[in-house]
């Protein structure tokens, strides 16, 4: 049985929950979505960074104001565009991705 969303709930400006088709409720803080996302340039971030973790990271203006989801809409049956507050939307989140991330709540 492949497992969809059957809800999409803001938390508050910092979270989201998505409910399952399994009947699983998540929250997903938006910071750690943001640092899981799946596109080739985020992944290839994460890699460079773990080759030189003491190189420090210059950020953005708008990498320092809290993180937001703007924007979070279907791509196809099997994901989702996200488009961050600091205009990142590179990544497809599958379902599958969404799953393995997040926390259980009652």
Not at 55 to 63: D, F, G, R, V
Not at 73 to 102: C, K, M, P, Q, W
């Amino acid at each position: 049985m492949e497992l969809t969303p059957t809800e999409l709930k803001r938390l508050d400006d910092q979270s989201l929950l998505i409910s399952w088709s399994d009947g699983q409720r998540k929250r997903y803080q938006i910071s750690e979505l943001r640092k899981a996302c799946p596109c080739v340039m985020c992944r290839n971030e994460r890699k460079a960074a773990a080759a030189e973790p003491e190189k420090l990271t210059i950020l953005a203006p708008n990498e320092l104001a809290p993180l937001k989801i703007d924007r979070m809409v279907l791509a196809g049956n099997y994901a989702y565009r996200i488009t961050f507050s600091d205009g990142h939307n590179t990544g497809l989140f599958t379902f599958e991705h969404l799953r393995e991330l997040g926390e259980v709540v009652d």
